[in-house]
């Protein structure tokens, strides 16, 4: 049974950082582009970062995470990040890390979703 397991989540003021974790199970997780995605109240969700298996060769980031989030992977520990510097209060979402074959923008491109983790940024 595959499971991601996100974590790192809290409450920030504004200005201030946080890493994500996401750890997978039962997932040939070496195999797999990970994905960042956030979803903010009555709103859809949104990609925010994508890597591809492969790791830093190849990673895309939405327009409002360029410059501020970093996207990392350890494959040795089947563990994807997200660093996030500098949040707005814009940034406040469930933050959910997704595994597919293709460190695409959709949410469609991807298999597995963990349950999310809270980010709440203060102004």
């Known amino acids: 049974q595959v499971q991601l397991v996100e974590s790192g989540g809290g409450l920030v003021q504004a200005g201030g950082s946080l890493r994500l974790s996401c750890a997978s199970s039962?997932?040939?997780?070496?195999?797999?582009?990970m994905g960042w995605f956030r979803q903010a109240p009555g709103k859809e969700r949104e990609f925010v970062a994508a890597?591809?298996?492969?790791?830093?060769?190849?990673?895309n980031y939405a327009d409002s995470a360029k410059g501020r989030f970093t996207i990392s992977r350890d494959n040795a520990k089947n563990t994807v990040y997200l660093q996030m510097n500098t949040l707005k209060p814009e940034d406040t979402a469930v933050y959910y890390c997704?595994?597919?074959?293709?460190?695409?923008?959709?949410?469609?491109?991807?298999?597995?979703w963990g349950q999310g983790t809270q980010v709440t940024v203060s102004s």
């Open positions: 890597i591809s298996w492969r790791g830093s060769s190849s990673i």
């Open positions: 997704a595994a597919g074959t293709f460190e695409g923008r959709l949410v469609s491109q991807y298999r597995y």
């Open positions: 039962g997932l040939a997780f070496s195999r797999y582009a």
